[in-house]
């Protein structure tokens, strides 16, 4: 069974589902104001990793990820390009879903919009001040954050310690600076709803509570996002449903930051921001996912122009693999190697231990490419059958020469033919016209070898 470290706990607990074989998770998703860059591809890779590996695992799913499509930083770009918040929203939540793909990340099962929930939210909201959680300011309605008795759960700090710590506030009205803010009141030029408090738009915290306690009914199984969510928002969505008397999540996961050269935090204020659009032209995408599987997903990583091609050049010894798997597999048996399997899951259910698992596949590829050199075809294809299916449970999809269509593969079957009735102008000619087509011939003792 899966164990994952749990940032409430602190501690690697197993992760006991509510119902049996079926896991409800909440991923905070994006606020699209934007285009997406590596830090966002990092966390949906992540957490891709984590759903695919639970469906292998013979878990179904529910995997929620909401979008955030109002919110301070969509008004500001709508007003500085003169048009709706709408627009600047459809726009990068296009362009999100598109760059995911490319990521191979597969589709949340639900994909809640901030603005189709509003109305719940402000129940939510009127329910906290009715309860006295909440009260209404000049310019809004805040929750009191000390009517949660352990506020600070996640951050792994108590209410005092936060309060000494918090930076003093300009809003005179708030009771405490912890406390934040459930609803805005509309300023304006801002897109605002109707509510008791008068009209505006909810804050970013009520959105997440209300969407996941919706679409996965209370004590759902796993929350997560960024290391950069655990303080204030997921302490925050918390702390609302906590005042209401509702379970929220049982489990915490939280992934590292993205670091770009020399460790140096990757912010837009420093200019190192790389988006992946950018990183898309400079690399395979499935490269990107393997330097993600290559690190721990607590750990930080650094995305430079090394690391990603120390991981395109790892990948390519997988593809080299799946190639020679392809020019024995009609003639074997399908079997595949337990112990490799074996290997894989015992490493990714400790706390989804990607490195080592990743590690013990490669070294799975040097065996099967040594069984392969010694001409013991079945040893190096069980090998490879099982090197392919882990890397496939993880989303890493290899491209060998299984992906060539039929139609050149056959040029290559009638150039061995000719070669073995020794007819070396037709053999030139379909090398000719497979080189026209955009490959590469290779002669191996066991006859042509087509790669891209
Ligand atoms: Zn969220």
């Known amino acids: ?222 929350h997560g996002g960024g290391q950069d969510l655990i303080f204030p928002h997921h302490e925050n969505e918390r702390a609302q449903a906590v005042a209401l008397g509702k379970r929220f999540s049982r489990h915490w996961m939280h992934n590292g930051m993205v670091e770009a050269r020399g460790g140096q935090k990757m912010s837009k204020s420093l200019g190192n921001v790389l988006l992946l659009s950018d990183l898309f032209e400079q690399t395979d995408p499935r490269a990107y996912r393997l330097l993600v599987l290559q690190s721990h997903y607590r750990a930080p990583i650094e995305v430079t122009p090394t690391t990603l091609s120390d991981a395109a050049s790892a990948l390519s010894r997988l593809d080299a693999l799946s190639t020679r798997l392809f020019e024995v597999d009609t003639l074997e048996s399908g079997l595949t190697d337990p112990q490799v399997r074996e290997a894989f899951v015992e490493r990714m259910e400790d706390d989804l231990d990607t490195p080592r698992a990743t590690a013990a596949l490669f070294d799975a590829i040097r065996r099967a490419n040594m069984a392969f050199d010694a001409r013991e075809a079945s040893r190096g294809a069980e090998l490879t059958r099982a090197v392919l299916e882990c890397f496939a449970a993880v989303g890493l999809e290899a491209k060998g020469q299984a992906h060539i269509p039929q139609s050149v593969l056959e040029l290559g079957r009638r150039r061995d033919e000719a070669r073995a009735g020794r007819d070396f102008a037709a053999a030139d000619d379909l090398r000719a016209q497979i080189v026209g087509l955009g490959y590469v011939v290779e002669d191996t003792p066991g006859g042509t070898r087509i790669r891209r």
Not at 175 to 190: G, N, T, V, Y
Request: include cysteine.
């Open 1 to 222: 069974m899966l164990r994952l470290h749990d940032t409430a706990s602190g501690h690697s607990e197993q992760l006991e589902t509510r119902q049996p074989g079926r896991a409800g998770i909440y991923i905070c998703g994006s606020t699209v104001y934007g285009p997406p860059h590596i830090g966002h591809g990092r966390f949906s890779l992540v957490y891709d990793v984590l759903r695919r590996f639970l469906e292998y695992s013979g878990t179904v799913v529910d995997h929620v990820s909401n979008v955030t499509d109002i919110d301070d930083k969509i008004i500001n770009r709508a007003n500085e390009e003169q048009r709706s918040s709408q627009e600047v929203a459809a726009e990068y939540e296009e362009q999100w879903w598109q760059a995911m793909a490319k990521l191979g990340c597969l589709l949340p099962t639900e994909i809640p919009h901030a603005t189709a929930f509003i109305d719940q939210m402000v129940e939510l909201v009127s329910e906290l001040v009715a309860l006295g959680s909440a009260y209404e300011t000049s310019d809004g309605v805040y929750f009191s954050v000390s009517a949660v008795a352990d506020y600070g759960l996640l951050a792994h700090q108590s209410l005092e310690s936060m309060r000494s710590g918090a930076r003093v506030e300009v809003n005179e009205e708030k009771r405490s600076p912890l406390d934040f803010a459930l609803w805005k009141k509309a300023k304006p030029a801002e897109p605002f709803w109707p509510s008791p408090f008068g009209p505006g738009r909810p804050g970013w915290h009520t959105e997440c509570v209300v969407m996941s306690l919706a679409l996965l009914g209370e004590g759902f199984d796993l």
